[in-house]
């Protein structure tokens, strides 16, 4: 079955440092999305992408984010200056073509795990 | 978005089935039904979807009566490994490119 990958499994970074997540969706999957779970907490969202262009975003997601999908297969998310808080884990998650536009099936990867120093 | 209510936490015996329901009273006409499981350091796994009656699959039934106001996901004979978090989640139906919102979920823990 094909799967969402992330790497790496784990990044430490000092704060103030820029990080670049990696993912590589399921292929012939069309949108995209970031999602982050600090410890203990909700999954929340940051980030969706189509198209090549993000569709939407949380509150999270500031200047300090950003999102490229620099070829036909990577899709990263990048911290620009890392902040203690960011500490969290980060999953990729993409969602294939259907003609059911109300259907919310997002396949999500293993997640990377960010620990800022 | 449908707002959505389940239990914070469940325990049950190994072996025996595992009923989660779930409270919709907003749910929009186009909006559909999903269940999504987590463990521990892993990213949530898409179980079942659902508009009405009934849907199955190899993992999971989903049971949702005619008013569509709440839905209960059945785990049949449940194992140490269904340990998880257990989340319902109702579509907005506003594009295929809409994110999922997820809430605190159901923990449940099976104990042998």
């Known amino acids: 079955e094909p799967e969402v990958t992330q790497t790496p499994s784990h990044q430490v970074t000092q704060m103030g440092q820029e990080v670049i997540l990696r993912c590589v969706p399921i292929?012939?999957?069309?949108?995209f999305y970031w999602y982050r779970q600090i410890l203990g907490q909700k999954v929340e969202f940051l980030v969706s992408?189509?198209?090549?262009?993000?569709?939407?975003k949380s509150e999270i997601f500031d200047d300090q984010f950003s999102v490229e999908r620099p070829d036909g297969s990577n899709f990263t998310l990048k911290i620009r200056s890392t902040k203690l808080e960011d500490s969290a884990m980060y999953f990729c998650?993409?969602?294939?073509?259907?003609?059911?536009?109300?259907?919310?099936?997002?396949?999500f990867g293993p997640g990377t795990r960010l620990t800022v120093l | 978005l449908a707002k959505t209510t389940q239990p914070i936490s469940m325990d049950s015996y190994e072996g025996q089935e595992v009923n989660i329901t779930c409270s919709h009273n907003?749910?929009?006409?186009?909006?559909?039904i999903t269940w999504y499981q987590q463990f521990p350091s892993q990213g949530p796994r898409f179980i079942i979807q659902g508009y009405k009656t009934k849907v199955t699959n190899e993992v999971a039934s989903l049971f949702i009566p005619a008013d569509r106001k709440s839905s209960t996901l059945s785990l049949p004979r449940v194992s140490l490994s269904d340990t998880a978090v257990y989340y319902c989640?109702?579509?907005?139906?506003?594009?295929?490119?809409?994110?999922?919102?997820f809430g605190t979920g159901t923990k449940l823990q099976v104990i042998p």
């Open positions: 907003n749910i929009a006409t186009n909006d559909y």
């Open positions: 292929s012939n999957h069309l949108y």
């Open positions: 989640l109702v579509g907005a139906g506003s594009g295929g490119y809409q994110k999922v919102t």
């Open positions: 992408f189509y198209n090549n262009e993000i569709s939407e």
């Open positions: 998650a993409s969602r294939p073509t259907s003609g059911l536009a109300n259907t919310d099936t997002q396949y």
